[in-house]
């Protein structure tokens, strides 16, 4: 997300998609996390830019405390996933 953030700030079209246990990158709680402390921080300045999140559907958690920030998320399949992938100019995948 930090990566995807640096290339948001050099004025660079960026699509973030979450598919499988990478929707939890929007939970309330991710200290968790590999760099936990820092992904609220990361998607707080996402939301500020106006930049969303394309989330697998069937891969978002039940809990109340998901995307308790209200970051804007596109719902997406899989399908869909892939189309972002093949579409893209260049693709970072983690």
Not at 27 to 34: A, C, G, I, K
Not at 40 to 61: C, D, Q, W, Y
Not at 62 to 88: C, K, M, Q, S, Y
Request: glycine letters at 10%.
């Amino acid at each position: 997300m930090r990566i995807g953030l640096g290339i948001v700030a050099g004025e660079n079209a960026v699509t973030f998609v979450l598919l499988g246990p990478g929707t939890h990158l929007l939970d309330d709680d991710t200290d968790e996390l590999v760099d936990g402390d820092d992904v609220s921080r990361f998607r707080a300045n996402l939301k500020e830019l106006g930049v969303p999140f394309h989330v697998e559907t069937a891969a978002i958690p039940p809990d109340a405390t998901w995307n308790a920030d209200g970051h804007p998320v596109i719902r997406i399949d899989r399908d869909e996933a892939a189309g972002l992938v093949r579409n893209g100019r260049r693709v970072l995948v983690f």
